[in-house]
């Protein structure tokens, strides 16, 4: 089986979130159970100098969309047993950062044009074209309208994954018309239309042959109005099409006895971490002590990730607990405000680290005997798996994928990997870390609860073998039904 992923970003050439992990990670999990599983993706400025020397080019031809006939280059290149397929187009795309320009629009529908036409140049025939988020959307719709009929896309069926359904590329209806060259009759309800306007993500809800999103739980949850950003009604009529996977990590990658950013290696031993602690705390500026619980967070500090209810308890929790924090992160000015003066005013107890740093992250992960992470949503989420791996015990919120991966201990049977809540409100949330920090004090209870975490399998084996069954459903029926018939 053959499988194309379209995605806007992936590690090791491009990351702004948890997509480049999955789109990178993924693949090679495939890989392993003899799947050629590919990747295409921009040829960003962001990409690093010396991976990007290693792409050659491949192919050079010109993309029309709307009215524009734009210059396309291909370039090739095989990155750790991948093979990566860069879209180069230096007007789109060599620019610093990723999104959040004014002409991301035509960006990203240029994007999806190119995919279609790129594989016309590739010695690969795809099976399965897995999109995700919404700067894919619009290539499940082009599978089914203008290139129903291709043969350079014959019998290819589409996966479309939801990583976030709160970013969805909703622009203009008239701006996707004319990027598009599509009529009026692809702009009504049961189409591209949303709410008067036009969204890139509708078009792969609608088009895919098939919908993945990161979790079972979050797949639940989006069918819901609370969650479903407005297009719960379409995703539960979908609901047979719809799956939750839930994301893994690269054990390889991170490892915390192989890590080069730890100060000392380990795997289960408490006394060993502990030294990372040790590391941390001095590297931070913290008091240094084996006995004090350290509660690490790592993330952007945006509401969703629940931080207006770190906010609301975070002096009171500095001013009744015997206990530290390290936090890592950017985001929102009145958080990194508020944090930043309670360092200031608690430099014995809080720590802060604006921006991100790869080699703190990991440190902190490593040092923290606790994890916070108490989201308003949280599709999935891999900061908890990472702490998990880590041997960090996850204070969660239970929804979306933490809901999935962290189950609240009990003290009478022994059973859970971390401490969780269900109701968004600051006394939940402060009354789980309070009862996190009691328990940290029994030590035996404490190495009940790591080696529950460290019983769990968080790699890709089985989402990638869940995904499998996916690709395997639809590539067994895909010569069963004619194409679409090819809409103008």
């Known amino acids: 089986m053959n499988i194309l992923f379209a995605t806007s970003e992936a590690v090791p050439l491009a990351k702004t979130g948890g997509l480049a992990d999955v789109a990178g990670a993924l693949p090679k999990a495939l890989s392993r159970r003899g799947v050629d599983t590919r990747v295409i993706l921009p040829k960003y400025e962001e990409i690093p100098q010396e991976l990007a020397a290693q792409f050659e080019q491949v192919a050079h031809f010109t993309v029309s969309f709307g009215w524009r006939n734009q210059y396309c280059g291909l370039l090739q290149a095989e990155l750790d047993g991948i093979v990566y397929y860069l879209i180069d187009n230096e007007f789109y795309f060599k620019r610093r950062g990723l999104y959040g320009y004014g002409d991301d629009a ?14 016309r140049y590739m010695d690969f025939h795809p099976d399965i074209v897995h999109c995700h988020d919404w700067q894919t959307g619009l290539i ?36 996707l018309k004319d990027l598009t060259g599509a ?30 999103t990161v979790s079972g739980t979050y797949a639940e949850e989006i069918k819901s109005e609370y969650f479903g950003e407005h297009l719960d009604s379409l995703l539960r009529y979908r609901s ?12 390889e990658l991170f490892d915390p006895m192989n890590d080069p950013a730890l100060h000392t290696p380990y795997r289960d031993s408490l006394s060993r971490k502990r ?16 006995s004090v619980p350290l509660i690490g967070i790592v993330s952007r500090l945006v509401e969703q990730k629940g931080f207006d209810l770190i906010t609301a308890t975070f002096e009171e929790l500095l001013l009744t607990e015997d206990a530290q924090y390290v936090i890592l992160g950017a985001g929102e000015e009145r958080y990194e405000q508020f944090l930043k003066e309670m360092s200031v005013r608690y430099p014995d107890k809080a720590a802060i680290r604006l921006g991100y740093d790869d080699r703190l992250a990991r440190r902190i992960y490593a040092g923290s005997d606790l994890f916070a992470m108490p989201s308003k949503f949280e599709p999935c989420g891999l900061s908890q798996l990472l702490a998990l791996r880590y041997r960090s015990v996850p204070i969660v919120r ?15 049977t022994g059973e859970g990997n971390g401490f969780s809540f269900s109701n968004y409100n600051a006394h939940d949330y402060m009354y789980t870390v309070r009862r996190a920090l009691s328990l940290y004090r029994n030590e ?3 190495k009940q609860i790591v080696r529950n975490g460290a019983k769990e399998d968080y790699s890709w084996n089985r989402s990638a073998k869940a995904y499998l069954s996916v690709y395997t459903q639809l590539a067994a029926h895909r010569k069963e039904k004619e194409p679409w018939p090819a809409i103008s």
């Open 398 to 412: 239970e929804t979306g994928g933490l809901k999935d991966t962290v189950q609240a201990y009990d003290e009478y």
């Open 444 to 446: 035996e209870a404490w």
């Open 275 to 290: 030294k990372n602690k040790i590391e941390l705390q001095r590297e931070t500026g913290l008091p240094l002590s084996e």
């Open 240 to 251: 047979g099409d719809l799956v939750g996977i839930v994301n893994g990590i690269d054990e």
């Open 140 to 175: 499940p719709f082009l599978l089914k309208t203008r290139y129903a009929f291709d043969p350079a896309w014959a019998y290819t069926k589409s996966v479309f994954t939801i990583h976030n359904l709160k970013y969805q590329g909703v622009f203009g209806i008239e701006q």
């Open 183 to 212: 009529g009026d009759d692809l702009f009504r309800y049961d189409s591209l239309e949303f709410h008067g306007a036009a969204s890139c993500m509708k078009g792969g809800l609608v088009y895919a042959d098939k919908l993945t």
């Open 106 to 119: 035509e960006r990203f529908v240029f994007f999806c044009f190119a995919v279609m036409e790129a594989v």
